[in-house]
């Protein structure tokens, strides 16, 4: 299984992106897919999880209200919007996919991960 992330970017705060994650060698439907977050010198954080049909979502606090996750399984894609962007939120963004459907905001649970994909908000 692979999963390519793309959309990051520069970007002033307030603006918005939208961050997609292709997945291949596997249908997506197979898994949960979340992202993740890494700024420099931080420990990688979650920001969103949504369950193989889209049924069940889950936010990070420092994202709710301002990010939100889609998934398309008959186009392999899950994909993040993310409106009102501050400099907080500058990092390299990471899509995964696990199998497990409990415990989504961890990272460790995750058993495939995209190369990233830089966003940078400026303010």
């Known amino acids: 299984v692979q999963l390519q992330a793309s959309g990051g970017g520069l970007v002033q705060a307030g603006g918005s992106l939208r961050l997609s994650c292709v997945v291949s060698?596997?249908?997506?439907?197979?898994?949960?897919m979340g992202w993740f977050r890494q700024a420099p010198g931080k420990e990688r954080e979650f920001v969103s999880a949504?369950?193989?049909?889209?049924?069940?979502?889950y936010y990070g606090d420092s994202v709710k209200g301002r990010f939100y996750i889609s998934r398309d399984n008959a186009k392999n894609t899950v994909s993040l919007q993310m409106t009102r962007l501050n400099p907080e939120d500058t990092a390299v963004y990471y899509c995964?996919?696990?199998?497990?459907?409990?415990?989504?905001?961890?990272?460790?649970?995750?058993?495939?991960w995209g190369q990233g994909t830089q966003v940078t908000v400026s303010s």
């Open positions: 995964a996919a696990t199998t497990s459907t409990r415990n989504s905001q961890i990272a460790s649970r995750y058993d495939y």
């Open positions: 060698g596997r249908r997506s439907s197979s898994y949960v």
């Open positions: 949504i369950s193989w049909n889209g049924g069940q979502i």
